[in-house]
């Protein structure tokens, strides 16, 4: 199953390494996204993270789909949380192979870019007294949108 998307801890360490056994192709990246102890203005305690799961899904499956297409990948793999999280706790993991590191990397990139603005989740942070909901980043379309630029030919 490409895509996970749960309300369970994940463990990094355990899905890299069935990640690896199961695709010991010429190069594997992965990377792992932590709940963040900070914010712009104060720290940070919990994250809850609001999702549609079944929407969720498909959009992270079409990400997985469209980077494996993309990038010519061997595998992919993306787990994401949803529910409430403490800080330093992982709440995305992505594994990609290829037959190249660059494609590998890039793959994961890619999935990591599109995910923070496409996918269906809403972010609320907790600083102990109070909750905020987290905005759309301006800095995430655009590491979004460099992708659109790239598939435009002169």
Not at 68 to 75: G, Q, V
Not at 78 to 93: D, N, Q, S, Y
Request: aromatic fraction near 12%; charged fraction near 25%; hydrophobic fraction near 45%.
């Amino acid at each position: 199953m490409p895509v996970i998307v749960t309300a369970n801890a994940i463990d990094p360490g355990a899905l890299a390494t069935e990640f690896f056994r199961s695709h010991p192709d010429a190069a594997v990246a992965t990377f792992t996204g932590f709940v963040r102890d900070f914010n712009e203005t104060s720290r940070v305690q919990a994250l809850f993270l609001e999702c549609y799961v079944e929407m969720a899904g498909k959009v992270l499956t079409s990400l997985g789909e469209g980077a494996a297409s993309r990038f010519e990948l061997k595998a992919w793999h993306i787990v994401h949380r949803f529910g409430t999280l403490t800080a330093k706790e992982p709440i995305v993991f992505v594994a990609t192979s290829a037959d190249h590191r660059a494609e590998a990397f890039s793959a994961c990139e890619f999935i990591m870019d599109a995910l923070k603005t496409d996918a269906p989740f809403w972010k609320q942070e907790h600083d102990g007294a109070k909750a905020t909901w987290v905005s759309a980043k301006l800095a995430d379309e655009n590491r979004r949108n460099r992708w659109v630029e790239e598939d435009k030919t002169p």
